[in-house]
């Protein structure tokens, strides 16, 4: 069993950047691929990015490569998302998962979900 609680999401400028963070509960934290989701007001929840169990491979969507830096911390049992060049578009609740395999993670089929902070970029 994994608990994940978001945290770092807040109102920003277009341009600005921003660092959210996912604490894991449990010491199995390095046994999961994470990854981060969002989902805009009416719109679908979209794949952000996903990360390996120790760090070695990390994936993106299309929307967020270049900007977006996804990290991780197993002595902390934390994951992160380094967000630059923010941009209105991006605004949505974040999400963090935690899945048993890249494939799964990264389709949406994770085992385990956070419950979201909101991230709110003005024009």
């Known amino acids: 069993q994994v608990q994940l609680v978001e945290s770092g999401g807040r109102l920003v400028q277009a341009g600005d950047s921003l660092r959210l963070s996912c604490a894991a509960s449990?010491?199995?934290?390095?046994?999961?691929?994470m990854g981060w989701f969002r989902q805009a007001p009416g719109k679908e929840r979209d794949f952000v990015a996903a990360?390996?169990?120790?760090?070695?491979?990390?994936y993106y969507g299309d929307s967020v490569q270049g900007r977006f830096t996804i990290s991780r911390d197993n002595a902390k049992n934390t994951m992160y998302l380094q967000m630059n060049n923010l941009k209105p578009e991006d605004t949505a609740v974040y999400y963090c998962?935690?899945?048993?395999?890249?494939?799964?993670?990264?389709?949406?089929?994770?085992?385990?979900w956070g419950q979201g902070t909101q991230v709110t970029v003005s024009s």
């Open positions: 990360i390996t169990w120790r760090g070695y491979r990390t």
């Open positions: 998962a935690a899945g048993s395999s890249t494939v799964l993670v990264t389709s949406g089929q994770a085992d385990y």
């Open positions: 449990g010491r199995t934290f390095s046994s999961y691929v």
